[in-house]
């Protein structure tokens, strides 16, 4: 199967161009922000609330997601060349970085509002995915982070990963990460559940899931396998996601009163 090759400038007036890429991100903001109006009302939320919300995480994923891909995926490279975090276009942002953004964003609005911190990730956790379902869309379109050679039906040749066909990794991660993963978490918080259940199901239900597709997805060239021919940074670093996302639901559930 062929890539469907598709300019990564989706607009471009004069000198001025859009990427893709950027407006996933836009995509992904936007799908939240009218999921979290959905929200807000069965939490008691105001829309105000919301869109607060919104503008902390939405600089907490920048800001983190850029950092982090620069610190734990081509740490050299923007040493050598350190203007090239700020060319987010180019694609290179890293969930994990962007997560622990989000997480200091979370406590920034928490002082400010008063609410605790797992009230406030039990709320958004659902809309998460959605945001990494347009992520991972304009990682296709970027052609990057590809998967393996494969001889499956759906395997493309990518424009930058050789002659051969490959697994399309990406979509697997956007299938995976996010509609499923949303489709899990909505479902399940649409009862009360104990505080910080959610927050844990989603550390858990990512964590999972992408050490699944990085068994068939190339891993970073800076690093290549850590170990056993199939070890990841990116399994390296979901590991404590996975470990803490169980955690959090057992003491969820063992808390007085849950």
Do not use: C
């Not at 859009?18 to 991100?25: Q, T």
């Not at 899931?209 to 990841?232: H, K």
């Amino acid at each position: 199967m062929l890539y469907p090759t598709i300019d990564p400038v989706a607009i471009s007036l004069g000198p001025i161009s859009v990427h893709w890429y950027g407006l996933m991100y836009l995509f992904g903001f936007t799908g939240a922000w009218l999921l979290g109006r959905v929200r807000a009302a069965r939490y008691g939320w105001t829309a105000e609330q919301v869109e607060d919300l919104l503008f902390y995480g939405a600089i907490g994923v920048i800001l983190g997601g850029r950092l982090g891909y620069s610190l734990f995926y081509d740490f050299t490279n923007n040493i050598e060349h350190p203007l090239n975090i700020l060319k987010i276009w180019q694609g290179g942002m890293s969930f994990h970085g962007g997560l622990l953004g989000v997480l200091i964003a979370f406590w920034l609005f928490s002082r400010k509002t008063g609410k605790s911190y797992f009230e406030i990730s039990d709320f958004i956790a659902p809309m998460v995915p959605i945001g990494l379902f347009f992520g991972r869309i304009g990682n296709f379109i970027n052609g990057e982070l590809w998967g393996k050679v494969s001889d499956v039906p759906w395997a493309m040749v990518f424009p930058h990963g050789g002659p051969l066909p490959r697994h399309p990794s990406q979509l697997y991660e956007a299938g995976l990460e996010g509609l499923v993963l949303f489709v899990l978490l909505w479902l399940y918080s649409i009862k009360p559940k104990p505080l910080g259940a959610v927050s844990g199901l989603f550390l858990l239900g990512y964590g999972v899931f992408r050490s699944i597709v990085e068994l068939v997805r190339i891993p970073d060239q800076q690093y290549g396998y850590f170990a056993f021919d199939w070890l990841t940074m990116g399994q390296i670093l979901s590991l404590p996601m996975i470990l803490l996302g169980v955690f959090i639901l057992v003491v969820a559930y063992r808390r007085p009163n849950s």
